[in-house]
């Protein structure tokens, strides 16, 4: 009877995910050949644990008395076998180290959530890791010793490698959590200090303040967004030299709620991790799964994680990465939607917009918080929806010359600055611009220039209506801009799929791009889907397929999943 | 849900104000998962005072006496009650999956469901009377 498995633990207590690699629980004598094996993406992710270097307060070790601190032995080992790294210094609590990554001296006030609970997360081997508020001015201080300690390090040592800022998150119902967000009274003490500090400065009317249940929620947004800012500033002009920007990642199996689930012997079910997994890519967060068991990443959870968070998708996010052809010509996730919401969560959803693109368009849109567009690069032919309200002046000088290079864009005017809708109306006037107004549902106005569009709507016509309604609005408005895609009717509970795309090469070339559509069955029952065959559409070929039967039928492509079941599926797009 | 586990639950004490305070689940599971929505709507009706989505009590002798309701319904064994702060506290002292599964046991307190136990005792009454 085999009782142990030791090399495959080994590898995943190491490599416990995508292309993080965690050094420090391995001997350094076996990470030069850790690093030639390994066979995931790059760069390969090496997180900075700063309680590992940073024991006590006075000792700060990078190889000088415990091995395994040695970053310049880590970085020559990954010079040796041809690795790419790069460094990630956390600039949140990081669930999936001890105490969050800080060093055990400073991890004395716990975070704590919305309902008044301690925050832990379950790591890969079942330890728990509490996590610390940030907002303890001592923890402040000590990471700016930390960070200008590494920065002279990397610079004495010649390290070459970019580093960049980890940004930690889970998802929770939806919703982006970040790592930072905290209740504790720690972060109540040292937002007393930011309200004095403001009332002192007269820039805030205390009393009246204390009355306004939600000018204080404003006020304390602005708090934590102002120290974490603290911690990205730190971080970023210390480590100058180095640094590459910042990477938000989203942990599945991370929220504060998961640990319930989590600790179960009998509860945790892969499909949960799906649905966090493919909302991870809807907001624009590189998915991590360094905190699943190697138990519980099986197929098809481990084939989707290596399918959506490939080399392609992980280069995309990386800023200063350039993005060549190389990437460019493999499989990237297709996005047809970005939603600009303006710091508003709610953005988008009580109008029906998210519902009908998570039915019709699922898993093809993204969430974006700031409209940041580089007009000296391609900006693509996605649609767009902006927001009226809190839209800024540049922002909306933004819009109007997206449009003018051809951009597709929703704007609700619902709530937008009377200034800049009659900037909006002479801006038609004075261009001759072709305006068709309808009034369906809410007041609908089409603006064209070339291949520009701005359709405007007023959000408030739709919340109150009911969601066939709705839907069938943004059915009617989106038929406009005659989205070329396959419709897949696989609505049954626990079959997931999400979709791919890359250019034609060239023994393809009677397409335009080739499309791929990945099909899960995450449940232990058959599952059923249907492709229903389209103009501008030609099945090529299945890729991959495991415990799968594909079906050509006349009306298109049926897929029968076994329990587990997963197959991939190309199809050329021609116009 | 199987018979005879054990169930936790979790809540909050929220201050209304100088003088009155509601309490208020934050979480109720077995092993096997979340308690049914059905039974714990079910059940909560008689204690409803509000008309919110959150399922707040007036006392925690409320929350003990549903607490002890849903135990009877579900068939479980025993249902070990635990306010957030003692949770923090236990959490604390707690360092992996298995110490976490104890945490409800050791710090919170305990109801037992009187007609799970009175099978026990008849089952042992079979054999040894």
Same mark, same amino acid.
Not at chain 1, 91 to 115: E, K, M, Q, T, V
Not at chain 1, 481 to 487: A, P, R, T, V
Not at chain 1, 515 to 533: C, F, M
């Given at each position: 009877m085999q009782l142990t498995t030791p090399e495959a633990k080994e590898y995943d207590t190491v490599f416990p995910g995508e292309n993080w690699f965690f050094f420090w629980r391995t001997s350094p004598s076996l990470w030069e050949s850790k690093l030639s094996e390994f066979q995931g993406p790059s760069?390969?992710?090496?997180?900075?644990?700063?309680?590992?270097?940073?024991?006590?307060?006075?000792?700060?070790?990078?190889?000088?008395?415990?091995?395994?601190?040695?970053?310049?032995?880590?970085?020559?080992? /990954?010079?040796?076998?041809?690795?790419?790294?790069?460094?990630?210094?956390?600039?949140?609590?990081?669930?999936?180290?001890? !105490?969050?990554?800080?060093? =055990?001296?400073?991890?004395?006030?716990?975070?704590?959530?919305?309902?008044?609970?301690?925050?832990?997360?379950?790591?890969?081997?079942?330890?728990?890791?509490?996590?610390?508020?940030?907002?303890?001015?001592?923890?402040?201080? /000590?990471?700016?010793?930390?960070?200008?300690?590494?920065?002279?390090?990397?610079?004495?040592?010649?390290i070459a490698c970019d580093v960049y800022g980890a940004k930690a998150y889970s998802l929770q119902f939806g919703r982006a959590l970040s790592f930072f967000n905290d209740h504790s009274t720690t972060f109540n003490r040292g937002f007393d200090r930011y309200l004095a500090q403001m009332a002192h400065d007269g820039e805030l009317d205390k009393e009246k303040v204390l009355n306004n249940p939600g000018e204080i929620e404003t006020l304390k947004k602005n708090y934590s967004k102002q120290i974490q800012s603290l911690y990205e500033q730190v971080a970023q002009e210390s480590l100058s030299a180095n640094w590459a920007g910042e990477l938000s990642f989203s942990f599945l199996g991370g929220g504060s709620s998961d640990i319930f689930e989590r600790t179960s012997e009998h509860w945790e079910h892969p499909s949960s991790y799906f649905s966090q997994l493919l909302g991870m890519t809807t907001l624009d967060f590189i998915p991590s799964s360094v905190l699943l068991s190697p138990a519980i990443k099986k197929d098809p959870l481990i084939k989707a994680l290596g399918e959506i968070v490939s080399e392609p998708f992980i280069?995309?996010?990386?800023? !200063? $990465?350039?993005?060549?052809?190389?990437? +460019? +010509? &493999?499989?990237?996730?297709?996005?047809?939607?970005?939603?600009?919401?303006?710091?508003?969560?709610? /953005?988008?959803? &009580?109008?029906?917009?998210?519902?009908?693109?998570?039915?019709?368009?699922?898993?093809?849109?993204?969430?974006?918080?700031?409209?940041?567009?580089?007009?000296? $690069?391609?900006?693509?032919?996605?649609?767009?929806?902006?927001?009226?309200?809190?839209?800024?002046?540049?922002?909306?000088?933004?819009?109007? &010359?997206?449009?003018?290079?051809?951009?597709?864009?929703?704007?609700?005017?619902?709530?937008?600055?009377?200034?800049?809708?009659?900037?909006?109306?002479?801006?038609?006037l004075e261009n001759s611009l072709k305006e068709e107004k309808i009034n369906y549902v809410s007041p609908v106005s089409k603006i064209t220039l070339g291949e520009g569009i701005i359709i405007t709507y007023r959000s408030e016509k739709l919340e109150d209506a009911p969601l066939l309604k709705k839907l069938k609005f943004?059915?009617?408005?989106?038929?406009?801009?005659?989205?070329?895609?396959?419709?897949?009717?696989?609505?049954? /509970?626990?079959?997931?799929?999400?979709?791919? =795309?890359?250019? =034609?090469?060239?023994?393809?070339?009677?397409?335009?791009?080739?499309?791929?559509?990945?099909?899960?069955?995450?449940? =232990?029952?058959?599952?059923?889907?249907?492709?229903?065959?389209? &103009?501008?559409?030609?099945?090529?070929?299945t890729v991959d397929q495991r415990k799968v039967e594909v079906k050509s039928t006349p009306i298109g492509i049926e897929v029968h999943l076994l329990p587990g079941g997963s197959v991939s599926l190309d199809f050329g797009f021609y116009e | 849900m199987r018979k005879n586990l054990s169930l936790n639950l979790l809540y909050r004490i929220l201050n209304e104000g100088e003088d009155s305070s509601l309490v208020e689940i934050i979480n109720f599971f077995s092993e096997e998962g979340p308690v049914s929505s059905k039974v714990i709507s079910d059940l909560y009706q008689p204690f409803r005072f509000h008309n919110e989505q959150n399922l707040w009590f007036k006392t925690l002798e409320d929350l003990g006496q549903f607490a002890l309701e849903v135990c009877q319904e579900t068939h479980a064994a025993e249902v070990f009650i635990l306010s957030n702060v003692d949770y923090n506290i236990g959490l604390d002292t707690c360092n992996d999956a298995r110490s976490f599964r104890e945490l409800f046991r050791r710090y919170g307190n305990v109801i037992e469901n009187p007609d799970q136990s009175r099978k026990k005792s008849n089952l042992f009454n079979k054999f040894f009377n």
């Open positions: 760069p390969v992710f090496v997180p900075i644990f700063w309680g590992l270097h940073n024991e006590s307060p006075d000792v700060l070790d990078f190889g000088n008395y415990r091995p395994e601190t040695d970053l310049k032995r880590l970085y020559d080992c /990954a010079q040796r076998v041809g690795r790419e790294i790069a460094l990630l210094l956390p600039l949140s609590p990081a669930p999936f180290l001890p !105490n969050g990554g800080l060093p =055990s001296y400073l991890a004395r006030n716990l975070l704590i959530d919305n309902n008044g609970l301690a925050v832990a997360v379950l790591d890969n081997d079942t330890r728990l890791n509490k996590m610390y508020s940030f907002y303890d001015p001592r923890i402040f201080q /000590a990471f700016r010793g930390f960070c200008s300690s590494v920065s002279r390090y990397l610079s004495e040592n010649a280069r995309s996010h990386m800023q !200063n $990465e350039l993005y060549d052809e190389e990437y +460019s +010509s &493999k499989f990237n996730p297709i996005v047809f939607f970005e939603l600009f919401r303006n710091t508003n969560p709610n /953005a988008f959803i &009580k109008d029906g917009l998210v519902q009908f693109l998570e039915r019709q368009f699922s898993w093809t849109f993204r969430f974006k918080e700031a409209l940041n567009v580089n007009f000296d $690069e391609e900006f693509g032919n996605k649609i767009r929806f902006f927001k009226g309200e809190g839209l800024s002046a540049s922002d909306f000088q933004s819009v109007i &010359k997206l449009f003018m290079n051809g951009s597709r864009i929703f704007l609700d005017l619902t709530g937008m600055n009377e200034d800049l809708v009659r900037r909006l109306d002479t801006f038609v943004w059915e009617t408005l989106i038929s406009y801009l005659n989205i070329k895609h396959l419709d897949i009717q696989a609505d049954e /509970a626990g079959v997931y799929y999400f979709w791919h =795309s890359r250019p =034609s090469n060239a023994y393809e070339l009677s397409y335009e791009e080739i499309r791929r559509v990945s099909i899960y069955n995450t449940t =232990s029952y058959k599952k059923k889907a249907k492709i229903s065959g389209a &103009k501008n559409f030609a099945f090529l070929k | -």
